[in-house]
């Protein structure tokens, strides 16, 4: 009779041990699932799939202009944190630092630090040597460009044919246009125009920083582009 009872007992602790095991099988499951469910973004597929258009932290729909080729980066915590950003109040502009590099193998390198974890750097946008715009990193989305105002500001890196900085005439007619359209977007004034050197001194964009004139000259150029029709708002 007590080995009847102790073989139920056994059974029955069994039974409780395989259903907590189940339980915690479960649970793990489900927190697995959920973690992968949620897109590391806030957007989901919407922001990442280079439909040629981006959800702005504020959820807006802003379409590109056509001259813009969107190649993201994959989402990986050295190049592409797939953060939202607080709302946009500059445009920091760069130079890549590598003469005569295109816009393309910038971004591949930014792509590649996903793997290497060598640093962390990217940009919203790349400006190329034939006046080409990347876009690396979606509006809404924070790049690693600009150290404290990766937050609340857009980074353009820009390509130059060498170590003095200048930018060739079609990068810097891409790069107007490209500016003008994002001041438009988040109507923004002049003085929300800056280098990477008005935010740490850091001497980015070279030609730009050593020769104040020529940085005047670029902000006032964008603020008098007439802009054509392409990309808006929606
Ligand atoms: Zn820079």
Redesign the pocket.
């Known amino acids: 009779m007590d080995k009847i009872k102790d073989r139920q007992k056994l059974v029955l602790a069994a039974l409780v041990v395989a259903a907590f095991l189940m339980f915690v099988i479960l649970v793990i499951a489900e927190v697995r699932q959920g973690g992968r469910g949620e897109h590391p973004n806030k957007w989901g597929a919407e922001n990442g799939d280079d439909t040629g258009h981006d959800i702005d932290n504020s959820g807006e729909t802003v379409v590109l202009p056509d001259y813009i080729t969107v190649d993201l980066l994959p989402i990986n915590e050295y190049s592409r944190p797939g953060e939202p950003t607080d709302e946009i109040t500059g445009i920091v502009i760069?130079?890549v630092g590598n003469p005569n590099t295109s816009a393309q193998a910038n971004r591949n390198y930014f792509a590649g630090l996903a793997k290497s974890g060598a640093t962390s750097a990217s940009s919203n946008f790349i400006v190329g040597l034939e006046g080409e715009v990347i876009e690396c990193v979606p509006l809404g989305e924070i790049a690693y460009?600009?150290n404290n105002r990766n937050h609340d500001t857009i980074s353009i890196?820009c390509c130059h044919p060498d170590e003095g900085g200048k930018f060739n005439d079609a990068t810097y007619a891409s790069l107007i246009k490209l500016c003008r359209f994002l001041v438009d977007l988040y109507d923004l004034g002049p003085e929300d125009i800056i280098r990477?050197y008005d935010v740490t001194g850091?001497l980015?964009?070279v030609y730009y920083v050593e020769n104040e004139d020529a940085w005047h000259k670029l902000v006032e150029d964008i603020f008098n582009y007439i802009p054509d029709t392409e990309g808006a708002v929606s």
């Open positions: 760069h130079y460009a600009s890196e990477h850091k980015c964009p």
